[in-house]
């Protein structure tokens, strides 16, 4: 996992968040992201941002797939009788 930087946006968001959304944000990390927080090379605000914009990608790329799986699973209609 490549660790980018936060982009304004995400900053934004990850300031605005409450404590308990802080908490909830910081413990749903993996990969590198901990431990750059750890070692001091991020900031918590930048680790936030950072998450928060992978989570908005990995649920747009879910929602895409989804919408590819229900477009298989749909039943075709029959023909209608002339």
């Given at each position: 996992?490549?660790?980018?930087?936060?982009?304004?946006?995400?900053?934004?968001?990850?300031?605005?968040?409450?404590?308990?959304?802080?908490?909830?944000?910081?413990?749903?990390?993996?990969?590198?992201?901990?431990?750059?927080?750890?070692?001091?090379?991020?900031?918590?605000?930048?680790?936030?941002a950072i998450q928060?914009?992978?989570?908005?990608?990995?649920?747009t790329d879910w929602?895409?797939?989804?919408?590819?799986?229900?477009?298989?699973?749909?039943?075709?209609?029959?023909?209608?009788?002339?």
């Amino acid at each position: 996992m490549k660790i980018k930087t936060p982009s304004e946006e995400f900053l934004a968001k990850a300031a605005r968040l409450s404590a308990k959304e802080t908490e909830r944000t910081l413990s749903r990390m993996a990969g590198k992201l901990p431990r750059r927080l750890e070692k001091e090379k991020l900031t918590t605000l930048e680790a936030l941002a950072i998450q928060l914009e992978l989570e908005a990608e990995m649920l747009t790329d879910w929602r895409e797939r989804m919408t590819e799986i229900s477009a298989k699973n749909k039943p075709e209609k029959p023909a209608e009788p002339a």
